[in-house]
Nanobody
């Protein structure tokens, strides 16, 4: 059974940067497309970014984070990352990782989720 452990979230000021990590176990990390999702207070969970294997060309981002967030993965460490720059108040949310239903898909693959990691951005 897949286990997803997100970390790295904290409270920051607008304009600052954060890097989130997601350690995956229980599945063969290399064979999946992986992605990040987030859920803001009172809102549904939404897709943020995804990556196929390790090539930077095979990445997808929701429009609101393009040019500010960078997704990457380390297949040797079974770890997914999300570098977040120029953070905005609207980025405040709990961030989760999951495998993707496919390259270019915004649908998560696994039904189970980790606890997520809280990112709070203030002015």
């Amino acid at each position: 059974q897949v286990q997803l452990v997100e970390s790295g979230g904290r409270s920051v000021q607008a304009g600052e940067s954060l890097t989130l990590s997601c350690v995956v176990s229980g599945v063969r990390f290399q064979q999946y497309v992986w992605g990040w999702f987030r859920q803001a207070p009172g809102k549904e969970r939404e897709f943020v970014a995804s990556i196929y294997w390790a090539t930077s060309a095979s990445t997808y981002y929701t429009d609101s984070v393009k040019g500010r967030f960078t997704i990457s993965r380390d297949n040797s460490e079974n770890t997914l990352y999300l570098q977040m720059d120029h953070l905005k108040v609207d980025d405040t949310a709990v961030y989760f990782c999951n495998a993707m239903a496919g390259l270019g898909s915004a649908t998560p693959y696994f039904n189970s989720w980790g606890r997520g990691t809280q990112v709070t951005v203030s002015t």
